[in-house]
């Protein structure tokens, strides 16, 4: 019953600069966590950044100082800024989200359709 509507994927230059967006719509009564993953060619899924509801953080140790994640609880938007980007930051990447449909209900993992992003001269 949810959708997480991704976007701001493309292809940049080394060096430049992305904001992918990413917005969850349905039967949603509220979000605790939500985050970014990437998936390059070859290589694993990883956690790029994630945020809560409080506005708690994780990054991986790859994107610190470049990435930042940012949440607007009333939109049910979570935004990722991406700074200063590598040719090896290329890759598919995945919005998630833990739902929560009803007060007292369990919290349930969703995933968006996954936006491309190429960084290369």
């Known amino acids: 019953q949810v959708q997480l509507v991704e976007s701001g994927g493309g292809l940049v230059q080394p060096g430049g600069s992305l904001r992918l967006s990413c917005a969850a719509s349905?039967?949603?009564?509220?979000?605790?966590?939500m985050g970014w993953y990437r998936q390059a060619p070859g290589k694993q899924r990883e956690l790029v950044a994630a945020i809560t509801s409080g506005g708690s953080t994780r990054y991986a140790d790859s994107v610190k100082g470049r990435f930042t994640i940012s949440r607007d609880n009333a939109k049910n938007t979570v935004y990722l800024q991406m700074n200063s980007l590598k040719p090896e930051d290329t890759a598919v990447y995945y919005c998630n989200a833990d739902v929560s449909p009803q007060l007292g209900y369990v919290y349930r993992d969703y995933w968006g359709q996954g936006t491309q992003v190429t960084v290369t001269s």
């Open positions: 349905g039967s949603i009564f509220s979000i605790y966590a």
